[in-house]
């Protein structure tokens, strides 16, 4: 809901509401009127929409309807108003002394508040942040009308009970400074926000901007330095899709790894960027990670270095399965394969850092091989704390 | 007689390099058709009448499901295979659910395209690595997992297990026949029961599983 800029008597209030409820203005406008004869209840609505709803920030053109619903709002006012000093009279408990000061005080509230949207106003159109002559005027004028209400009301006041002078007199000019500054405060709360709004919108902007900057585009470049080479451009490619991936999906990239998952994806990549082959993953459930894992994964990785080094094939899949009381880790090649018996003494790969790994952390190790026919590491690791979920 | 082929993807890059490949490497497929959007590729299907529909799960207006809930009460004969280069798990499974025969991920070598287009055109399921992956995770039995309604439709055989998980390792349907002592027809037979599980079970798993995990 937004304050209306055109065809506005007092703030725009009434006719903004009309708009947001889809009704004729002009029933708002009565129905305010018939609340203030109701011992004010109209003005006190009045005056808190006009401080907690923002003004609108566009103009609409003012039309010949507009200036003949004006001289209705006016005469609708006038009539509000009169109802409501006239019930005040008639009630009696509120004498002309007391609601005589308060009315003068929130007349020239109004004066004052109105310049402020003026202000506002004038500051959307030219950019202008000074008040103009006019609208010193008119704010003085406001603040006179206001303080005189206060004063009047304390003069009145003070002929009916002397008690506690001091302290009613701080307090009416607390409530006058107050009432004048409300425009001040509203406006200042309003631009923090919309300044805040501003900046975080820029802050994310510059955030993808530069993240795009320092990846996509910096490998797009490197792939056109090394077009020559597929190979080089098919890792750069791969590496670059898995990195906006996991940034479009909100995982941090080199951050420590907490669950089996994320962990076997980060070794996968960390083979695929070394060695320019393509690893497919899939893992089937998740767990926590705990003291035989680490051990797991380094062993899996190791199988996939050799699959790299050794098969002599651009692609090597993993699949790992997560079960309540085991986790398993295939790692597999359709390359050349190898004679398990004809390996010689001095390689350590499979012997110390696959199966001694996992033979000690009191997992196992099959192997599936012959020449010609890739190979599969196969590795098995008891978990030691059973499943929660 | 070649398998007529209608592409669907919103990208006209991807469906034009996908048409020039499947043109030049085989005459088993002939692309007859394609679409950039979900009414259009309704009405092309409708008009075109093709043996196979390659369908992109991510598209503008509902994607992939939006396309089959349209047609397959309207034309039941034709079979979609979902190609996408989504990996988010809630994604596939709503296109396999929506009645597709299978799903493979863009990255794929065009013969391999082509192989899938033709099994699925012979009434196989197609099951990538990663989809076999994402149907035993859907299917696997948790503690505390809801109460099973039917076990004849929310539970996987052993044999099923086997089978997907032969196929998550990257098996061919030929080396699970082998590994698992068994003809490639039966490794088929275990394929599409699993298929057809994963559409009609109504086991809530699958859904809640499906949408509370956003990637695998």
């Known amino acids: ?389 | 007689m070649s398998v007529r082929v209608f592409l669907v993807d919103d990208h006209a890059l991807f469906r034009a390099g996908v048409r020039a490949e499947l043109d030049n490497i085989t005459d088993e497929v002939e692309v007859v058709g394609e679409a950039g959007g979900v009414g259009e590729a309704v009405a092309g299907i409708a008009h075109h009448k093709p043996d196979v529909v390659l369908l992109d799960v991510h598209m503008p207006d509902g994607g992939g499901a939006e396309v089959l809930r349209q047609i397959r009460t309207k034309i039941p004969e034709v079979t979609f295979l979902a190609l996408s280069v989504s990996d988010a798990a809630e994604d596939v499974i709503n296109v396999i659910r929506a009645g597709a025969r299978g799903y493979v991920t863009k990255t794929i070598s065009s013969q391999e395209l082509v192989k899938a287009v033709v099994r699925v055109s012979e009434g196989d399921a197609v099951f990538s690595p990663r989809l076999a992956g994402f149907v035993l995770d859907a299917f696997a039995d948790r503690p505390g997992a809801a109460p099973i309604s039917d076990p004849e439709l929310d539970l996987l055989t052993p044999r099923e297990r086997d089978v997907l998980r032969l196929l998550a390792r990257g098996y061919a349907y030929k080396e699970i026949a082998s590994e698992l002592f068994i003809s490639v027809k039966t490794v088929e037979t275990h394929v599409s029961s699993v298929l057809r599980k994963t559409q009609l079970s109504n086991r809530y798993e699958l859904s809640r599983w499906a949408t509370d995990r956003r990637l695998v």
């Open chain 1, 1 to 389: 809901m937004r304050r209306r800029r055109t065809g506005r008597v007092v703030a725009g209030v009434a006719s903004g509401l009309a708009d947001h409820l889809g009704a004729p203005v002009f029933w708002v406008r009565a129905v305010f009127a018939g609340l203030a004869a109701l011992s004010g209840v109209g003005i006190v609505a009045y005056a808190l929409l006009w401080m907690f709803v923002p003004q609108s920030t566009v103009a609409e053109p003012e039309t010949d309807k507009d200036r003949k619903e004006w001289q209705q709002a006016v005469g609708l006012a006038a009539l509000g108003l009169g109802v409501a000093v006239f019930t005040g009279l008639i009630g009696g408990a509120a004498s002309g002394w007391i609601t005589g000061p308060i009315a003068v005080a929130l007349v020239g509230a109004a004066v004052v508040w109105r310049e402020a949207d003026e202000a506002q106003r004038r500051r959307w159109k030219d950019g202008a942040l000074g008040q103009g002559k006019t609208g010193i005027v008119r704010t003085v004028a406001g603040g006179a009308l206001v303080l005189a209400g206060v004063a009047a009301f304390l003069v009145a006041n003070d002929s009916v009970q002397n008690l506690s002078t001091v302290v009613l007199s701080v307090l009416a000019t607390l409530i006058g400074v107050a009432v004048l500054t409300v425009p001040l405060w509203m406006r200042l709360v309003r631009d923090l926000d919309a300044e805040r709004r501003a900046r975080i919108r820029t802050e994310e902007r510059a955030e993808i901007a530069a993240h795009l900057h320092d990846s996509v585009l910096q490998t797009l470049a490197l792939i056109q330095k090394q077009s020559e080479s597929p190979r080089e451009v098919k890792r750069l490619a791969r590496s670059q899709e898995r990195e906006l991936r996991s940034w479009l999906y909100g995982r941090e990239v080199g951050e420590q790894p907490a669950t089996m998952s994320v962990a076997i994806a980060q070794t996968c990549a960390e083979v695929e960027d070394q060695f320019a082959i393509a690893v497919s993953q899939v893992v089937v459930g998740d767990c926590e990670l705990e003291d035989g894992m680490f051990a797991l994964i380094q062993a899996s990785k190791e199988a996939m270095v050799n699959a790299a080094k050794h098969a002599g094939v651009g692609e090597v899949s993993v699949y790992a399965e997560i079960e309540p009381d085991k986790v398993t880790v295939f790692v597999r090649d359709r390359g050349k394969g190898f004679d398990p018996d004809t390996v010689p003494e001095d390689r350590h790969g499979l012997a110390g850092s696959i199966r001694g790994r996992m033979d000690r952390h009191g997992g196992q190790v099959r192997l599936r091989t012959a020449p010609g026919e890739g190979t599969e590491v196969q590795l098995e690791m008891p978990r030691k704390t059973e499943a929660r979920t």
